[in-house]
């Protein structure tokens, strides 16, 4: 989304307490805030707990002035009579959320066209379970040290402890004593136990622990990117550079600047949960570990998190996009680290791309944003070449390092024997790196063994009983299962359609089968799978990497985990066993999407001083995102994809917003449909696609039909859906959902 859509933002200064009434906002599924009556003075921002029906429910006093563009905002909420007004039961002893935050969950029920209170849901997902608990440190005494005989041990924890109160935990860690002898030194009287300032146990990274010597491109680049800091005011930077240039360590002097002049920084990754070496490089950069925030993290550490944002103390928060909605006191940067990833967009409930709302949430905190990739969204590519972003370049991989070889494999040619999938050319090539001592790995963007199960005498095929979709085997678990709903049933002896035995055939590979396969090939070779089932937690992630690092591995077999921006110095060979895997469906961004993941794996090879290469497997060689992997020359294909684009106004030329129906039977959906597409807007500028049915027509058990609104750039898709929904009601099991950008097409 282009940062000229927002306007100048108003303040709303003004204290709630109106006439004795506040507007609040629940977090559930209404047009806005509900008015109470309050006897007590509040603030906007201040959580409450008001009735609701016969329950008690918590909200967030909120705005009466909204900060949403009037075009955008949602229609306001008629007032209620005085008469039945009722009261704010209390106030709650927490943090309030700030105005910015405020704004924020305006801005993104605004734009996504989702209800406030459902993106005020997410933003209170843990605040207000809170008890507010004081959690006890340790702080010195009065006492004269020379009445207590002091050993090493003690005198070190004396040594970690400063003027603000110290938990067990920090101390034990800075002292390297024992939780015991910090018992026992209490119980000489020089210490004793104090309430810790919230955020206490958040170390301070320390802007110049360890900087590296950059070279001149990185550090013309860093020098772009730190004055940017130093402006304090919104703008946003695209960093792009191949695979291995030192992205990271030249945004790291962003964030260095940023530290300096005291304000919080917020980064986002696309899979947090799987950014160990991230967060290890960081440690080395700046000393200690940034904090966190993502789905796994439990609920202490969550919580003690959300304080430590909101009081400032926690200066680098590393997250997931729902980081986007933690309290920022001061955020002086953001940085959306490998900006292409469609993993950025939430899908389910509020449906929001984490990287526009950075830019949003950038721009309500005046502060600067920085995009980074090496393979830029067309988004992003298309805002910096209208002058909208600012563009940084590295040319070339830090310490000489050349960008690997990329070899097209054509199948049509010199393809596997029946059977098989890796071709003789890539069973030489992994051999040969693997004689040499070095790491070689295996692409294939499919987990399980087999995508289909297909009976050889009367051609059934195992089918999901809730979705149109196949069930994939998956054979280690003995099973064959959804990847959409979950539905799972063991692999039956005979076909479920004739009745036959032993007549059920795998088709096409997984990566398991392609493990199966490399077994064989390579006997002697140290083989590592990289799924999302063979790698359940962080820390088996992390294992994995060791292993990987530490050379006890000679071959990574991995599905897209293996994607990821991984420096992993010994590997010099990147197979790919299924280049065209992403070309099919028809999808919008198909093309860009499989350019982007391909390029990122291959980016693997190569890294330090052994120069590394590629081998892409296609029955498609010629295809335009093959020649661009092959050439390096993505310039030339950003050129085809735009001039395929535009002329149709798809985005980034245009605008889209999607529409699913759903409903429990066909008929429901089909009918709801019909009537949408009745009264579907009629207008220059603007075209609707549909109704159809989904690709996946049944998910779940439901029968989905989609439309498309297409409009051209200067037309805002918000007030025209707004506008068309509001002829029509889904009635029974029918819904509507809206998703506003869509990237799913499915
Ligand atoms: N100036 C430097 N001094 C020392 N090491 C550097 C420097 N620049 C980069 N490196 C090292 O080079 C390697 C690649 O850098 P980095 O991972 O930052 O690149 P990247 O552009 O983010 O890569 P990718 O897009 O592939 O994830 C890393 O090990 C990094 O520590
Ligand atoms: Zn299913």
């Given at each position: 989304m282009a940062p000229e859509s927002l306007s100048p933002q108003k303040q709303s200064a003004e204290t709630s307490t109106h006439d004795g009434r506040v507007p609040v906002l629940l977090p559930l599924p209404f047009a806005g805030a509900f008015e109470y009556r309050s006897a007590i003075a509040l603030q906007p921002g201040d959580i409450v707990a008001v009735p609701l029906g016969r329950k008690d429910i918590f909200g967030c006093v909120w705005d009466r002035e909204s900060t949403v563009p009037a075009y955008m905002a949602p229609p306001p909420v008629p007032p209620v009579d005085e008469r039945r007004l009722k009261a704010v039961i209390r106030r709650l002893e927490v943090s309030p959320l700030p105005q910015e935050l405020r704004h924020f969950i305006e801005w993104v029920a605004a734009y996504t066209l989702n209800?406030?209170?459902?993106?005020?849901?997410?933003?209170?997902?843990?605040?207000?379970?809170?008890?507010?608990?004081?959690?006890?440190?340790?702080?010195?005494?009065?006492?004269?040290?020379?009445?207590?005989?002091?050993?090493?041990?003690?005198?070190?924890?004396?040594?970690?402890?400063?003027?603000?109160?110290?938990?067990?935990?920090?101390?034990?860690?800075?002292?390297?004593?024992?939780?015991?002898?910090?018992?026992?030194?209490?119980?000489?009287?020089?210490?004793?136990?104090?309430?810790?300032?919230?955020?206490?146990?958040?170390?301070?990274?320390?802007?110049?622990?360890?900087?590296?010597?950059?070279?001149?491109?990185?550090?013309?680049?860093?020098?772009?990117?730190?004055?940017?800091?130093?402006?304090?005011?919104?703008?946003?930077?695209?960093?792009?550079?191949?695979?291995?240039?030192?992205?990271?360590?030249?945004?790291?002097?962003?964030?260095?600047?940023?530290?300096?002049?005291?304000?919080?920084?917020?980064?986002?990754?696309?899979?947090?949960?799987?950014?160990?070496?991230?967060?290890?490089?960081?440690?080395?950069?700046?000393?200690?570990?940034?904090?966190?925030?993502?789905?796994?993290?439990?609920?202490?550490?969550?919580?003690?998190?959300?304080?430590?944002?909101?009081?400032?103390?926690?200066?680098?928060?590393?997250?997931?996009?729902?980081?986007?909605?933690?309290?920022?006191?001061?955020?002086?940067?953001?940085?959306?680290d490998e900006e292409h990833e469609t993993s950025f967009k939430q899908e389910e409930g509020v449906t929001y791309h984490g990287r526009d709302m950075a830019v949003v949430r950038g721009r309500l905190a005046k502060a600067p944003v920085i995009l980074v990739s090496a393979t830029p969204s067309l988004e992003t590519l298309a805002n910096a070449d209208a002058g909208r972003y600012q563009h940084f370049l590295l040319t070339s991989r830090h310490g000489g390092a050349r960008l690997p070889d990329v070899t097209l494999l054509d199948l049509r040619e010199d393809g596997p024997a029946r059977g098989q999938f890796l071709a003789p050319r890539l069973c030489a090539a992994v051999k040969e790196t693997l004689a040499a001592g070095e790491q070689a790995m295996l692409f294939l963007n499919r987990r399980g063994y087999a995508p289909l199960t297909l009976c050889r005498t009367c051609g059934h095929r195992m089918q999901c009983p809730n979705c149109t979709t196949w069930l994939v085997e998956h054979r280690n678990r003995g099973i064959l299962t959804c990847h959409h709903c979950g539905h799972t049933e063991g692999i039956p002896k005979a076909c479920p359609e004739c009745d036959q035995e032993e007549t059920l055939v795998p088709i096409g590979p997984g990566i398991e089968r392609v493990t199966e396969e490399a077994r064989e090939c390579f006997p002697e070779a140290r083989i590592l799978v990289m799924s999302s089932d063979t790698l359940g937690s962080a820390a088996a992630t992390a294992e994995a990497v060791r292993q990987i690092t530490d050379g006890e591995v000679d071959l990574i077999i991995g599905t897209q985990i293996v994607a990821k921006g991984w420096h992993f110095p010994r590997l010099t060979l990147v197979g790919v066993v299924d280049s065209d895997l992403g070309l099919g469906g028809g999808d919008l961004r198909a093309a860009e999407r499989t350019v982007q993941l391909l390029h990122q794996v291959a980016g693997r090879a190569g890294r330090a001083e052994r120069p590394g290469r590629v081998m892409l497997q296609s029955y498609v060689t010629e295809h335009p995102v093959m020649e661009a992997l092959a050439s390096h020359d993505f310039e030339a294909f950003i050129e085809q994809e735009t001039a395929q684009r535009k002329p149709g106004f798809w985005p980034p030329y245009g605008r889209l917003a999607a529409l699913i129906i759903s409903a429990d039977s066909a008929d429901v959906a089909d009918s709801l449909a019909a009537e949408i597409a009745r009264v579907a807007p009629v207008q220059d500028g603007i075209q609707v696609l549909g109704p159809a049915p989904a690709p996946l027509s049944v998910l779940r058990g439901r029968h989905r039909r989609r439309l498309l609104l297409k409009t051209v750039r200067g037309l805002a898709v918000q007030p025209i859906v707004r506008d068309w929904l509001s002829h029509v009601k889904a009635k029974g099991s029918a819904r509507i959902d809206v998703d506003v950008d869509p990237i799913s097409f499915l």
């Open positions: 209800p406030p209170g459902l993106v005020l849901a997410t933003a209170l997902k843990q605040h207000t379970q809170l008890p507010p608990k004081a959690v006890l440190g340790w702080v010195r005494t009065e006492k004269p040290l020379d009445d207590v005989r002091l050993t090493p041990a003690r005198q070190s924890v004396l040594q970690a402890l400063g003027d603000e109160p110290k938990s067990s935990a920090f101390l034990a860690h800075e002292s390297g004593a024992s939780t015991a002898v910090i018992r026992g030194l209490a119980g000489t009287g020089l210490i004793k136990e104090a309430p810790l300032l919230v955020g206490a146990s958040f170390a301070q990274p320390q802007p110049d622990y360890a900087q590296p010597a950059l070279s001149e491109e990185q550090e013309d680049v860093a020098q772009g990117l730190r004055s940017m800091v130093a402006a304090e005011r919104f703008a946003v930077a695209l960093l792009e550079g191949v695979t291995g240039s030192g992205k990271t360590e030249v945004y790291f002097e962003a964030v260095a600047a940023c530290l300096r002049r005291g304000q919080q920084v917020l980064v986002l990754l696309p899979e947090i949960a799987l950014s160990t070496q991230w967060t290890e490089r960081f440690r080395r950069r700046f000393g200690v570990e940034p904090a966190l925030w993502h789905s796994d993290l439990g609920q202490k550490r969550r919580r003690e998190t959300w304080f430590a944002v909101a009081d400032g103390s926690a200066k680098v928060i590393v997250g997931a996009r729902s980081a986007l909605f933690l309290p920022f006191e001061t955020i002086g940067l953001i940085i959306v």
